[in-house]
């Protein structure tokens, strides 16, 4: 079961007109976690090490080890954690 935590509005990021930022989001049931939002060609997060990048080679939901990006259609980009 993949459970999905909204984190920012992609156009809010883009707008800011930097490379990288870090957020501090609660993640209910897994507490609080910084995870970096990076822009280069492609916009990406980095959690817990990992780092995830938005709509990965065409894949929404782009999903690596147990976690996985999702961008859904009010431009709202979302965390999934893999929990057995």
Known sequence: MMN??????LPNFDDLGL????IS???EGYGLHDILI?????????????????????????RLDDNAV???????????IYEN
Do not use: H, P
Not at 39 to 61: D, H, P, Q, R
């Open 4 to 9: 999905w935590f909204r984190l920012f509005r």
């Open 19 to 22: 490379t990288s930022t870090q």
């Open 25 to 27: 989001v609660a993640l």
């Open 38 to 62: 990076c822009k280069g060609n492609e916009t990406s997060i980095l959690y817990e090490g990992v780092f995830l990048t938005i709509n990965m080679n065409g894949k929404n939901a782009f």
């Open 70 to 80: 999702y961008l859904d259609s009010n431009d709202d980009v979302w965390l999934g």
